[in-house]
Antibody, heavy 123, light 110 residues
């Protein structure tokens, strides 16, 4: 059974960089069957896709966040990571990592999710 | 404001049937598969329906999905109290080159 687990600081100061890591267990991240995604959800609000990374290291980002986001993969550790620069209070949210099926191209099929981690941006 | 439009809330009595709509455009629902996610209170979203109308293993057949043109629907029959959750539709958007979500629909079982 595949499991994803987010880790990282729960509190980040405004203007600093938010850094999170997702550790994948129960399966290899080094496969061309899946993309590895970050998705966030502000309290009481909907889901917002942040971006994804492929095992090759290629990435896609939400156009609204592209200038501040970097997602990378470390196949040796079976992990992928998120860096979001110059954060503000608007970046306070629960951050999820999720696996996306790549078998038939772009289809937004997120079949496994981490439990989520709350990141609060402080003044 | 979400790219895909869902009603903020729906409610229905136990054992009844409810549908949740999701409206988009030709760049997303009209040209790509729709997926539905269930988010129970305090939990991560869970894949409920994929590729418009397919059920992942382990998902009750009380859930079903359909699509027509630029709109999609999620139907839940035989409502149970455990179905109370937020439901999100999602699809790839060709113009944005990104997946997009609906704003979510809160289901209340009366």
């Amino acid at each position: 059974q595949v499991q994803l687990q987010e880790s990282g600081p729960g509190l980040v100061k405004s203007s600093q960089t938010l850094s999170l890591t997702c550790t994948v267990s129960g399966g290899s991240i080094n496969t061309d069957h899946y993309y590895w995604n970050w998705i966030r959800q502000p309290a009481g609000k909907g889901l917002e896709w942040i971006g994804r990374v492929y095992t090759s290291g290629s990435t896609n980002y939400n156009p609204s966040l592209r200038s501040r986001v970097t997602i990378s993969v470390d196949t040796s550790k079976n992990q992928f990571s998120l860096k979001l620069r110059s954060v503000t209070a608007a970046d306070t949210a629960v951050y999820y990592c999720a696996r996306e099926v790549a078998a038939t191209g772009n289809a937004a099929v997120f079949d496994y999710w981490g439990q989520g981690t709350l990141v609060t941006v402080s003044p | 404001q979400s790219v895909l439009t869902q009603p903020p809330s729906v409610s229905e009595a136990p054992r009844q049937r409810v549908t949740i709509s999701c409206s988009g455009s030709n760049s997303n629902i009209g040209n790509n598969a729709v997926n539905w996610y269930q988010q129970l209170p305090g939990k991560a979203p869970k894949l409920l329906i994929y590729y418009d109308d397919l059920l992942p293993s382990g998902v009750s057949d009380r859930f079903s999905g359909s699509k027509s043109g630029t709109s999609a629907s999620l139907a839940i029959s035989g409502l149970q109290s455990e179905d109370e959750a937020d439901y999100y539709c999602a699809a790839w958007d060709d113009s944005l080159n990104a997946p997009v979500f609906g704003g979510g629909t809160k289901l209340t079982v009366l």
